[in-house]
């Protein structure tokens, strides 16, 4: 039986990625999980065009070699790559969404917030 993988977009930060893991894996059934990191990904997301297009290309990897159909971008609290408030983030997710929306990837997207006590809540899912 082959191996079932998601892909996530997370922050860079190592304390984000333990929970996030833990939560697709639980979420989508995956054995494993492509994690593409940056620095405050969903600001990146939201508003960078190149970057958006480098990171798509990591997305591409992640669906077309691992048969990935499921993947989150993931902003959290205490987040130094873009610090700003929950409400902010959120609105980076959103924006994002609409970015990714308009690849056409035939992947469930998720937008994920970790919080204060570093647990997973889904924000939104296209």
């Known amino acids: 039986m082959a191996s ?5 977009i997370n ?9 996030v893991n833990a939560w697709m894996k639980t979420k989508t059934g995956a054995d494993y999980i492509d994690v593409i990191t940056e620095a405050g990904p969903d600001r990146m997301m939201a508003s960078t ?7 798509l290309k990591r997305i591409l990897v992640s669906r077309d070699k691992h048969n990935s159909t499921e993947l ?3 902003a959290h609290h205490d987040c130094a790559g873009n610090p700003v ?13 609409k970015i990714m929306a308009t690849w056409n990837l035939g992947m469930n997207i998720m937008m ?3 919080d204060e006590n570093w647990e997973v809540n889904p924000i939104s899912e296209s």
């Open 11 to 19: 922050c860079m930060d190592g304390r984000v990625q333990d929970p």
């Open 72 to 74: 989150a971008l993931v």
């Open 85 to 97: 408030t929950k409400e902010q983030h959120i609105h980076h997710l959103r924006q994002a969404a």
């Open 49 to 55: 065009a190149t970057a958006s297009r480098l990171i």
């Open 112 to 114: 994920l917030w970790v």
């Open 4 to 8: 079932k993988f998601a892909t996530v």
